[in-house]
């Protein structure tokens, strides 16, 4: 036997080999249900994520029909405000906030070198936790859907104005998932505190990684925020309380501000994911190391830190003290600080690079792009007198729908093109998802730069119905036809998704030539994750193997290109 | 490779140049669909001021970022060759990076605030205004004229599920349409009877909540006679977008007859009810 190689710290888990494995396998939803690995529940919430983004395309096309031409009466008022909200649960809940956990979940123990995570049942009871969410609120289709809106303030999502049991389907429905993410953020966080590799110290890890410790930190705090709002509805509807009641010394206000929290902070987390995938995707493909990691870790931290110290941004018409405008206005004009060194690095990272233009990074740049329309125009949203003119305008609906799409929907697929490999041990479809990435960016924009011009022209924003005569009609019908576009770009990705796990080409352990800890397992990983694990020794183990490798057959060019800091 | 490099990175600078005059150096009004509605109040043109400011920062910031892009991606593809440069950056480019940044959110604050602040203050009531004299209450979040010059107009405006109810001074009051006096200040005071409503007349004013139990305060000063509209800006429920007003602006004495008469109208129908509950014919 030839001596074991230098860089072999751990030997197989003896328990994990052998007899102890049941010789016949159970079947595939017995082992879906009851698996609490940490890659069988990331990607349960990925397919479901998957999944529901259908959903919410076909809830957003059906109102964009709705809002084709002025005074339209295809939807009745009920129905439109009961999509609407379903719409809203949707993409937050169960498209944007389950992709991004999921992933980080599914990948943060690769990255950091452990073999699971430190409270499998933990993150296991949060999957099943978001999927009783789920399945309450697409139940109530069988009797009352919410109608109270996107955010259902109280006082309208109170008993007296929407009595039928829809916002208690909606409180639900949100506490369960938002719940389930506490749980699954609890594991990861303790994960990344106690089972990395040998080597990995902290400032080791891979950015997507500290994209996920920090995600996690931030839903232990804005995650307890909004299940606290949740409990405090409830109570309110159902057992006579008086938390959100002027009339009774209550303060509709304060459902504003822990909701606002909340969504603010969930905004941040899922552009956290989409950039901190970023930062992987784009040194792979360009074949640089990152331009300057120190500052992407801390700039991420930093936006998860004011963007959710930024909440009364969305409060600014509210009868607030101008002092806390001004302090919301301080906080979400420094996010562009932050944002933009991450966007400078990530840009900074192609050049000198040479890029391999496959399906992730174009999906990447495409995140960059279209989030870029979104995050500058979220500017002119926080400076306080142009709020008063623009908040609540479909100018803020396509400002979100810019920054949230380009994050969590082209990220989204950035990464997953990217960790498809890893996740299926197949890749995707190469051409379609080019046709699909092309049409998705004709679409986006298509659909949503109408509506900043609808938005300055004063449109409000959640109403079923806009009216003639008041400038907007050929704005909204190029954003009715753009969402189908967007749609059709949406359902090709998803239809390539389900079509390569079949028909892609078979993956390598290491398809894109990464260098975090995750392509060094195989594709897709044992329940083990790893046989043995390299010695972590930089941020870019992978690396450091090619490297060594390169050194001992005396390939020239391959040695000694490790990058090395300039002045 | 000097040639298209230089050539790309003059596009690129041209076409950046070309996007930036077109916002800034165009003339707001004619600027078209990426104007806001025409303001008529100081308070409005304040606001406008400041979304022009904002604007110039986010189409700098976009085409930065998109320039950048593209630049990277024609002139880095792996077909060219190359070896890719296996550099970091040191500190001092991220602290100058971040510097230029936060310079940008520095001025954009303080270009804010500056703005913010006048669109805040109630202007005075012009010589053409309805020149009333009444005692004035000091309010938290409203900085009044002073002292000396003609009171504003107060007129208590709620939102209710889904029309508004304006009352006048005089004890008149209407729904859906306000009249106003031009050039004189007027201050709404918001209140709801019900749920969250957002008074929102783009051409006079900003948008304002309607809380209940909350009181808060939109005012303006129209500078020309006209119609102006607007729509409820928050989702209150059923029939949220049919919840629409109309301020009517007038001149003050049109203004003093339309109260007057308002008034009338009202007091003669009360006292038609009065008159049939006493007599045993009311339904």
């Known amino acids: 036997m030839s001596p074991t190689p230098a860089t072999t710290i751990a030997p197989v888990r003896p328990e994990l080999v052998g007899d102890g494995f049941p010789s016949k396998p159970r079947q595939r939803w017995v082992e879906i249900a009851t698996s609490a690995d940490h890659k069988s529940v990331g990607r349960v919430l990925i397919t479901a994520a998957l999944g529901f983004l259908f959903v919410a395309v076909i809830e957003l096309l059906l109102m964009r029909l709705q809002l084709a031409i002025p005074e339209n009466v295809f939807l009745p008022p009920q129905t439109f405000n009961r999509l609407l909200s379903l719409y809203g649960a949707t993409a937050i809940f169960f498209f944007a906030l389950p992709l991004a956990v999921g992933f980080f979940y599914y990948l943060v123990p690769l990255q950091i070198g452990a073999r699971g995570t430190a409270l499998p049942r933990v993150g296991q009871t949060g999957m099943w936790l978001f999927a009783m969410g789920a399945l309450v609120l697409y139940a109530s289709l069988l009797f009352t859907p919410p109608e109270a809106g996107v955010n259902p303030l109280p006082p309208l999502s109170d008993i007296a104005f929407t009595p039928n049991n829809g916002t208690d389907v909606w409180l639900a429905s949100a506490g369960l998932a938002t719940l389930g993410f506490v749980f699954l953020a609890v594991d990861l966080v303790s994960t990344l505190r106690t089972m990395r590799a040998p080597g990995m110290a902290w400032r080791r890890m891979p950015v997507f990684s500290w994209a996920g410790a920090i995600s996690s930190w931030l839903l232990l705090v804005i995650g307890p925020v909004m299940l606290a709002a949740i409990a405090m509805l409830m109570i309110d509807r159902n057992f006579s309380g008086i938390f959100f009641d002027a009339g009774s010394g209550g303060a509709p206000l304060l459902w504003q501000h822990l909701s606002w929290i909340f969504y603010s902070g969930a905004y941040m987390l899922v552009l956290i ?167 998705m960016f004709a679409g986006v924009n298509l659909a949503f730069f109408p509506l900043f011009l609808a938005g300055v022209e004063g449109q409000v924003v959640d109403a079923y119905k806009f009216y003639d005569h008041t400038g907007v009609n050929a704005y909204n019908m190029i954003a009715t036809i753009g969402s189908f576009v967007l749609a059709l770009g949406i359902v090709m990705t998803l239809v390539n998704a389900v079509r390569s796990l079949k028909a892609g080409p078979v993956a390598l352990p290491d398809q894109w030539g990464g260098e975090s800890l995750e392509w060094f397992a195989p594709s897709p990983p044992p329940p083990y994750n790893f046989d043995v694990l390299p010695d972590v020794r930089s941020p870019a183990p992978l690396r450091d193997i090619r490297d060594a490798v390169a050194e001992r057959t005396g390939d020239r060019a391959r040695a000694g290109r490790t990058g090395q800091p300039v002045a | ?164 109810r304006y ?30 409503h957002t008074w929102y007349v783009p051409e006079l004013a900003g948008k304002f909540d309607a809380v209940p139990g909350k009181i808060n305060h939109v005012y303006f000063r129209a500078d020309e006679e006209g119609t102006y509209f607007g729509d409820a800006a928050t989702f209150s429920g059923a029939s949220y977008a049919a919840m629409r007003t109309e301020v009517k602006v007038v001149s003050p004495d049109e203004y003093q007859s339309y109260i007057e008469q308002q008034k009338r109208d009202i007091d003669a129908a009360q006292q038609h009810v009065i008159e049939e509950l006493k007599g045993g014919t009311a339904p």
């Open chain 1, 273 to 439: 994911f989409a950039l901190g995938a970023l930062a992987e995707i784009i040194p792979a493909f360009a074949r640089r190391p990152l331009f300057h990691r120190g500052t992407v870790i801390a700039s991420l931290a930093a936006i998860a830190v004011l963007g959710t110290l930024s909440w009364m941004q969305n409060m600014l018409s509210a009868p607030i003290s101008i002092g806390w405008m001004y302090f919301a206005m301080t906080m979400s004009l420094a996010l562009i600080v932050p944002f933009g060194l991450v966007l400078f690095n990530l840009i900074a990272t192609m050049f000198g690079g040479t890029l391999r233009m496959r399906a992730p990074l174009l999906f990447g740049l495409g995140a960059i792009s279209v989030s870029s329309i979104g995050l500058a125009s979220e500017i002119g949203h926080s400076m306080v007198a142009v709020a008063w003119q623009l908040r609540n305008t479909t100018d803020a609906t396509a400002a979100t729908h810019y920054a949230l799409v380009g994050g969590a929907v082209f990220g989204g697929f950035a990464a997953l093109h990217y960790w498809y490999p890893k996740l299926t041990g197949r890749t995707m479809g190469e051409s379609l998802a080019r046709i699909s990435f092309w049409t």
């Open chain 2, 1 to 164: 490779m000097a040639p298209p490099r230089k050539r790309s990175l003059g596009l690129a600078l041209a076409l950046l140049l070309l996007i930036v005059s077109l916002v800034a150096g165009a003339p707001p009004a004619a600027a078209g669909p990426i104007s806001p509605k025409p303001p008529h109040s100081p308070n409005a043109e304040d606001i406008n001021t400041l979304y022009w400011i904002g604007l110039v920062a986010i189409v700098l910031l976009i085409t930065a970022v998109n320039v950048a892009l593209l630049y990277a991606v024609r002139r880095y593809r792996a077909d060219r060759g190359a070896e890719p440069r296996q550099v970091r950056s040191g500190r001092g480019i991220q602290l100058r990076a971040g510097a230029a940044l936060g310079l940008l959110a520095l001025v954009l604050f303080v270009l804010s605030i500056v703005y913010t602040e006048k669109a805040r203050e109630a202007p005075p009531t012009g010589p053409n205004g309805l020149q009333a004299s009444s005692t004035l209450l000091a309010q938290r979040s409203l900085k009044l004229p002073p002292a000396g010059d003609p009171a504003p107009l107060r007129i208590d405006t709620t939102g209710q599920q889904w029309l508004w």
């Open chain 2, 167 to 196: 009352d006048y001074p005089n004890g008149a009051f209407s729904y859906y349409r306000l009249v106003v006096p031009v050039d004189t200040t007027v201050v709404l005071d918001l209140l709801s009877t019900d749920v969250v």
